[in-house]
């Protein structure tokens, strides 16, 4: 450490060094500064208080949604979903999904797989097609997100609340077809019953 020292004091150039203490210095002095300040305020009643900016103060983490689920998945798990509502989920929880939002070279099939996603939700698809999309990925769990349904800017962009529509027909397959584990004030998730009546399949 000494030697190294030595080393930078020989090989740097005056100036540099010179920046480096006033740097040094400048820092040291606003940290008294402000500490005198803050010091100051306090003993005379004020207190000193750092707002945020408005938009700091409205933004919402956009996970806040789903951890609800969080504890409700796990490894194992493959999740039906819409693919904007899917892409966290392998982070957040550890599942697989069906239909990716990006594109994955490790995934060649990902169109025919958003493909067979817009056709589950689809107001066409009968219970049957319903379950045979859930069979064909051995999905566990299905996660409809109503806040894909509203027409604002983000679904927009992508078409989302015309191409996942989320109707009486589909919530009322997913009561047969599966089980509600949890719900909140946008998202419904279900896990696929195991053993299905017999005049479902």
């Known amino acids: 450490m000494f030697s190294f020292r030595l080393a930078w004091a020989a090989r740097t150039p005056f100036y540099i060094k010179r920046a480096y203490l006033l740097l040094v210095w400048a820092v040291t002095v606003i940290c008294v500064i402000y500490q005198v300040a803050k010091l100051g305020c306090e003993k005379s009643g004020f207190t000193v208080v750092f707002a945020p900016h408005p938009v700091v103060q409205t933004?919402?983490?956009?996970?806040?949604?789903?951890?609800?689920?969080?504890?409700?998945?796990?490894?194992g798990d493959i999740v039906m979903s819409d693919p904007l509502t899917s892409w966290p989920l392998p982070a957040l929880s550890g599942v697989k999904i069906i239909s990716l939002y990006h594109n994955n070279p490790m995934v060649p099939d990902n169109a025919i797989r958003?493909?067979?996603?817009?056709?589950?939700?689809?107001?066409?698809?009968?219970?049957?097609?319903?379950?045979?999309?859930l069979n064909r990925y051995k999905a566990t769990h299905v996660l409809l997100n109503y806040d894909r349904t509203k027409d604002n800017e983000v679904n927009r962009v992508e078409n989302y609340h015309h191409d996942?529509?989320?109707?009486?027909?589909?919530?009322?397959?997913?009561?047969?077809?599966?089980?509600?584990?949890?719900?909140?004030?946008?998202?419904i998730l279900f896990r696929i019953k195991e053993v299905l009546p017999n005049n479902i399949i």
């Open 164 to 187: 996942y529509p989320i109707d009486d027909d589909l919530i009322s397959d997913m009561g047969k077809l599966g089980d509600v584990v949890c719900r909140n004030d946008t998202m």
């Open 114 to 133: 958003i493909r067979d996603v817009k056709f589950f939700y689809s107001p066409a698809a009968t219970q049957n097609d319903r379950l045979k999309i």
């Open 59 to 75: 933004y919402k983490n956009p996970l806040d949604d789903y951890l609800f689920i969080k504890d409700r998945l796990g490894k």
